[in-house]
C-alpha cells in the first residue's frame, strides 16, 4: 500500500511553545490529507481535513486558531500545535487519500508538553 | 454515515479464527463497510472493505449479511501480531477515502 510518513516520531516540549508536526505521502501525491488526535484508550478524533492549495476544513470544537494546518503542497501537509498546554499532550496522526479513493494512515507522533 | 456497534473486546487463540462482528443496522444502500485496526502506538492500517458481497484478500475475509444490517470480519489463522483494535466504519460511496469516523472499535487480543 502507499505509505504516509510522520516527521517527529515523538515530541517533548515546554508548556507556552509551538510544536510542528509533518505529514508526507512519499510515493504518491495527496489532494487531501487528514489530522486525527488520539487520547490514551481512546479512539481516534478527526480534527480536521487538510486541502491542498485551500485553508483546512475544522471539525466543530477544533480551534483553528491553535492547531495551524498548512497543505502546501501534494506531498506535504503540517500541524502546528500553537502556545501548547499539557492538556494538548496526545498522539497525533495524518491520513492522505490516494488518488483511487483509499486511505492511509502515518505513524503517529506522540506529543508530551510539559 | 451509519453508525457502527461493536463489542468493546475479544480473545481469540493463537492459530485459530478470529471472527469480529459489526452491526450497522442503519446503514443505507450506497454506504460500504470498511474495517481498519489499529496496534498500539501506531497508525491505523487499512484491512478491508465490502458493499455487499463477501469479500476476500490477503488479510481477512468480510461477510456481509443479505439484509446488510450486519458484518463480520474473519480472521482465518490469527497470530500474536493480530493483537489490536480493529475498527468497523460505514462509509457513503463518493465519499470513499473521505472523513472516517471512527468509534470505539474491538479490542481483540490473541493468546499464546
Known amino acids: 500500500g502507499a505509505v504516509v510518513s510522520q516527521h517527529p516520531s515523538r515530541v517533548i516540549c515546554k508548556s507556552g511553545t509551538s510544536v510542528k508536526i509533518e505529514c508526507r505521502s512519499l510515493?504518491?501525491?495527496?489532494?487531501?490529507m487528514f489530522w486525527y488526535r488520539q487520547f490514551p484508550k481512546k479512539s481516534l478524533m478527526l480534527m480536521a481535513t487538510s486541502n491542498e492549495g485551500s485553508k483546512a476544513t475544522y471539525e466543530q470544537g477544533v480551534e483553528k486558531d491553535k492547531f495551524l494546518i498548512n497543505h502546501a503542497s501534494l506531498t506535504l501537509s503540517t500541524l502546528t500545535v500553537t502556545s501548547a498546554h499539557p492538556e494538548d499532550s496526545s498522539f497525533y496522526i495524518c491520513s492522505a487519500i490516494i488518488p483511487v479513493g483509499e486511505q492511509f494512515f502515518g505513524p503517529g507522533t506522540r506529543l508530551t508538553v510539559l | 454515515d451509519a453508525k457502527t456497534t461493536q463489542p468493546t473486546s475479544m480473545d481469540c487463540a493463537e492459530g485459530r479464527a478470529a471472527n469480529l462482528p459489526c452491526n450497522h443496522s442503519?446503514?443505507?444502500?450506497?454506504?460500504?463497510v470498511y474495517w481498519y485496526r489499529q496496534i498500539h502506538s501506531q497508525g491505523p492500517q487499512y484491512i478491508i472493505h465490502g458493499l455487499k458481497n463477501n469479500e476476500t484478500n490477503e488479510m481477512a475475509s468480510l461477510i456481509i449479511t443479505e439484509d446488510r444490517k450486519s458484518s463480520t470480519l474473519i480472521l482465518p489463522h490469527a497470530t500474536l501480531r493480530d493483537t489490536a483494535v480493529y475498527y468497523c466504519i460505514a462509509l457513503l460511496q463518493g465519499n470513499q477515502g473521505g472523513k472516517l469516523i471512527f468509534g470505539q472499535g474491538t479490542e481483540l487480543s490473541v493468546k499464546p
Open positions: 442503519t446503514i443505507s444502500g450506497n454506504e460500504y
Open positions: 510515493d504518491f501525491q495527496a489532494t487531501t
